[in-house]
């Protein structure tokens, strides 16, 4: 690797550290974790940004994020979605216990 990638690198640690530390939140840990981990590391750490970001930006603002009716509407939209799936769901075990072999290799072709 060539010097001045690791220098841009290690600069980015540094800043990324600070704006962590400004969030109050841990610093990135890599030490010890495999690299198959990473990739799921990596989510978690950008939700706990993602939700402090927001947490800071509605307090600056005087505003209930918990309130926010485009979160409610999407929440029940998500819940709606999984009752739907689950009702479909219902409806293909019924009828794999009901049909032949055949139709039950017909059905499965279609769910994915």
Known sequence: MHRSIKKT?????????KSL?????????????PSHSKGLYYKRKVEKVTKEVK???SKSLDYDIEISEDEK???R???KKAEDFDRLVGLLKEKLMSVGRS??????????
Not at 9 to 17: D, G, I, L, P
Not at 21 to 33: A, E, G, Q
């Open 77 to 79: 939209n998500f819940i």
């Open 73 to 75: 509407e999407d929440e």
């Open 9 to 17: 690198q290690k600069a980015n640690k540094k800043v990324t550290k």
């Open 103 to 112: 139709q039950k290799v017909q059905i499965l072709t279609l769910v994915p």
């Open 55 to 57: 947490k800071k930006i």
């Open 21 to 33: 530390d400004d969030l109050s939140l841990t610093p990135i840990k890599l030490h010890n974790l």
